[in-house]
């Protein structure tokens, strides 16, 4: 049996005086809510830009990276919560991603690495929901109002309001309806897509397909780990322990039941939308598909009620990944500035609730405004973010507290997808960061285009 982790650190006594478990990560869910949960963190709007990281890939490289990563993950994930629940057996149930690793890694640095890697994954994130859900605005304005004069950044505007509202409620378990919600959007736009995609390689209207790399080995090099740092931000979580922490205890064999919901969606989807894309557009896929199907000129290339409904899906899931994005730093927050003395929704814990949620979602509203950089954004998250934290850190949590020996199956597989995967990272960073320097030069601050 693994020797338990230093008790000492993070007793279970601490979260009865901690508001951000108390008000934010309240434990009361079931596991198909942790279904919904991870579903909603993971298959997002973001699986429509697939074919634009096939892009950059090929046809057998795309396949052998995205199967590659969902086997990864599936198992970086099942391990974590594995770990997850070995604590909680010894007496520290761990409700944060950040004590995970101090305690297990019995480090305090620790503590600080990962705090930061997840602010910058939820901002990430929270910017892109802002920004894809002022695109979708956008889209739906300029098919009705082709003369109208409203510009991205006012639609971001739109956005930002709403979800300065919707920020508002409370605690994570208060999204499970919600996020049942975002399960059955992503269904239904990525059927809608997928089926106008089909529909229009088999039309005599189909475009052109080509699918050639980038002509330079070097430019072939960076396009590539550029996709995969995409690839990784799309399957990436970075919040299950926080998911894991909304069960009702025990936990132990809920989690895995919530993933295999998630990895079941995740299947449909994903490949779908990839194969499809990709089929259909090829080396010409952007950074949303979506727009390849309502090209600037000339007209739409699938029936505009299909693609009505499919930006008014993509849209409304947003919402819902806004918020779950959005938990750890109400999280940190709450357990900052609320009196566990006093109700959730006590004078003394909504103002500060209310001014600082109200702070954070403006600050992404304005970044998302200023800086479109959509599909760059993407990538500079998994890369810097996710990789880390979905790909190394949980083989690591678990071979510190399992304690494999070093010629076990077990260890060697761990060890072997840490290695990899930081390498990947390191690359998928410079090349990511690379890209978002020669895109600076295609863009204006506030700017009405994505740049992709």
Not at 117 to 126: E, F, H, K, L, S
Not at 291 to 301: Q, R
Not at 397 to 425: D, E, H
Not at 433 to 449: G, I, Q, T
């Amino acid at each position: 049996m693994a020797d338990p982790p230093r008790s000492d650190l993070f007793p279970s006594s601490r979260l009865e005086s901690d508001a951000g478990a108390l008000f934010v990560l309240q434990s009361k869910g079931e596991w198909w809510h942790a279904g919904f949960h991870l579903t909603t963190a993971i298959v997002g709007p973001t699986i429509l830009t697939l074919p634009y990281a096939f892009r950059g890939l090929g046809w057998w490289l795309g396949f052998v990276c995205l199967t590659t990563m969902g086997l990864v993950t599936f198992y970086a994930y099942y391990l974590m919560s594995k770990v997850l629940d070995h604590c909680e057996k010894s007496g520290r149930r761990h409700i944060r991603f950040r004590e995970l690793a101090a305690d297990v890694l019995g480090s305090g640095w620790m503590f600080y690495v990962v705090i930061f890697i997840q602010t910058a994954i939820n901002t990430g994130i929270g910017i892109g929901a802002i920004l894809l859900a002022g695109q979708c605005l956008d889209i739906m304005y300029s098919s009705l109002f082709p003369q109208g004069t409203l510009k991205l950044y006012e639609f971001i505007a739109m956005v930002t309001a709403v979800m300065i509202v919707l920020s508002q409620l409370p605690s994570f378990h208060s999204l499970r309806h919600i996020n049942c919600a975002s399960l059955i959007l992503s269904l239904g736009y990525t059927f809608l897509v997928v089926g106008a995609c089909i529909n229009l390689g088999l039309s005599k209207h189909a475009p052109k397909r080509e699918y050639s790399l980038e002509p330079s080995d070097s430019g072939r090099v960076f396009s590539a780990f550029t996709s995969i740092s995409i690839i990784a931000a799309i399957f990436g979580n970075g919040i299950l322990p926080e998911i894991q922490a909304t069960l009702a205890p025990p936990a132990t064999g809920k989690m895995l039941k919530g993933l295999i919901m998630c990895y079941s969606v995740i299947f449909f989807t994903f490949y779908s939308a990839a194969i499809s894309g990709y089929w259909v557009f090829g080396s010409n896929s952007s950074s949303n598909i979506l727009k390849n199907l309502m090209p600037d000129e000339g007209p739409t290339l699938a029936p505009i009620v299909v693609i009505g409904l499919a930006v008014i899906f993509v849209l409304l899931q947003l919402f819902a990944i806004g918020l779950v994005y959005s938990q750890v730093a109400y999280e940190i927050m709450e357990k900052n500035s609320a009196d566990t003395t006093k109700g959730m929704f006590s004078r003394r814990n909504l103002v500060p609730r209310l001014i600082l949620r109200t702070l954070y979602m403006a600050f992404c509203g304005f970044m998302a405004a200023m800086l479109p950089f959509f599909g760059d954004i993407n990538a500079v998250v998994g890369a810097f973010g996710f990789i880390p934290l979905d790909f190394v850190l949980p083989m690591l949590l678990y071979n510190m507290t399992y304690k494999p020996t070093k010629r076990s199956f077990t260890y060697w597989i761990n060890m072997t997808i840490m290695v990899v995967f930081t390498c990947a990272g390191l690359m998928g960073a410079f090349s990511s960061v690379r890209k978002l320097v020669l895109d600076a030069n295609k863009f204006k601050l506030f700017s009405s285009e994505v740049v992709d």
